[in-house]
Structure formats: C-alpha cells, structure tokens
C-alpha cells in the first residue's frame, strides 16, 4: 500500500483524493491553520497545519496548493526524505525557490516530480531536448474572463473585447513571474523542452475561444511538431483544469502500478 498526503483541498486535490486508486491511501491533508474542519470533510482524511503533525511518514507528498504551498511544506518534506508530486511547476521559475527545492531535495536525497497538468506532449518535448537545438513556442489562449485577476487586466479592457487580443509575449520565465495562477502550462512546458529563458510564450485572450487551448510548436534536430488541446474545466471549478486533477491521479497509478508508461 502506497501511502499518500495532500497540500491542500481544493479542486484539484478533492478530485483526485475522490479518485484514488487502489493500492494507495491517503493519511493526511495539509491545510493553512482554521480550515481543518473543512479540509477533513472535503478530503477524508486527517487534517494536519505542519509536516511535522503527519500521522505516518507518507511515500508521496501531493502539491495542489499552488506556489504558497509548495513554499510552506515542499521544502520541508524533501528535507525529511519525503518525495513530493507538484502541479505548482510555474513555482520554479523563481530562481531562489527553485534552488531551495534542489537543496532540500538532495539534503533529504529526496526527489520533486511535476505532474504534466493541462498540457501533453511533455514526453516528446524532454526526449527532444536530447537533440540540443530545440525552439519552443507555447501559446495559451482562454476566454477573456479566464484572465480576470491576472497581468492581461493591466493591458487588456477584457470586458471590452470584440476579437483576440494578445496580452503577453516573452519568455517562459517572464510569464510564470507576471501570472502566478495562469502560466503553470508555460513553465512546464519549458522545464520539459528548452528551459525557462529559451521558451517563448504567447498568452491570448480571445471572446470566440470557449474553452482553454493551449498549443505547443517545437522544432530541432528531431524534427517538428505542434501540439494543441482544448481542456475543460473541472465542474466544480471553473478555473481548474480537468486534465491537470486527472494527471494526479495518472501518476499515483503510475507509481503503483507494477508496468509504468
């Protein structure tokens, strides 16, 4: 039995906690300190404030809390020998965290994985890479409401729109800086293929999309591609990503599975 503990209780983590699959347990969800009660009935499972209060010492410790919570408790669990799953991967454009993380991991030789979230094609853009040479463009497109609360306010009326407009064009790095919510895509799709500052990202807003396309062109010694997915949003939340809590549950099946794809 593999056992299992979350950061947080949101979308994300409920659906996959709802989902899990057997072979795996869960024993613990980490919550900010007053939500325990709500944590508790949302996860089933014991609500806990610090990594030090874990009931069992977890084999995987699931980030679905955002960059605050990979902050608060990743580091922590990778320094106790703890592997931690993340789709908070737009956290590791902060150089100094990132850092942190490589340190807390190697010190507790522990290791921090990324579930591939909203997006594919991250297997091929990392055996890609492999090649050198590699040019990368990812490009977000969501409704205008689907960028409310981020940087396309300061440049965009998004209410105001009548055709697409882009509201961000620049590195990977830039993008997960500007919009922490909004460009975990983007940061993964850098860390798998040609990094942070060599990834161009394109973020539009567009009244005519109805769903959240992200779409991926790459081209080097391998070849080219271009990938492209219309996700839908999970329905309990319409700012998560159904794809991003299935990839949770894809890699706990992986990790328990005795044949892994």
Not at 81 to 93: K, R
Not at 95 to 102: G, K, N
Not at 216 to 239: C, M, T
Request: charged share 20%; with cysteine; proline share 5%.
């Amino acid at each position: 039995m593999m056992l299992i503990a979350f950061i947080g209780h949101g979308a994300i983590a409920s659906h996959a906690a709802r989902r899990c699959p057997d072979g795996a347990e869960i024993i613990a969800v980490i919550c900010r300190p007053g939500r325990e009660a709500a944590a508790r009935q949302v996860m089933g499972a014991p609500a806990i404030t610090e990594i030090a209060d874990l009931p069992k010492r977890p084999d995987l410790l699931i980030d679905c809390a955002g960059h605050a919570g990979l902050r608060a408790h990743g580091l922590a669990a990778l320094r106790a020998g703890i592997d931690v799953l993340t789709v908070s991967v737009g956290a590791l454009a902060d150089a100094e965290l990132h850092s942190d993380l490589v340190e807390a991991a190697e010190a507790g030789q522990a290791q921090l994985s990324v579930a591939s979230g909203a997006i594919g094609s991250l297997d091929a853009l990392s055996a890609a890479a492999e090649g050198g040479a590699l040019s990368v463009t990812y490009t977000g497109r969501k409704p205008p409401l689907g960028w409310r609360g981020s940087w396309a306010e300061e440049v965009l009326d998004l209410g105001a729109l009548t055709a697409a407009a882009t509201h961000f064009e620049g590195s990977a790095r830039e993008a997960a800086r500007l919009y922490p919510r909004n460009a975990n895509v983007a940061a993964a799709v850098a860390l798998a293929g040609a990094g942070l500052d060599n990834t161009r990202a394109v973020l539009i807003a567009d009244p005519d999309a109805t769903r959240n396309i992200h779409e991926v062109q790459a081209e080097g010694a391998f070849g080219r591609f271009r990938f492209e997915i219309q996700g839908n949003a999970l329905p309990d939340n319409p700012s998560s990503s159904a794809l991003t809590a299935m990839s949770v549950v894809r890699e706990i099946r992986r990790r328990i599975s005795p044949i892994q794809i």
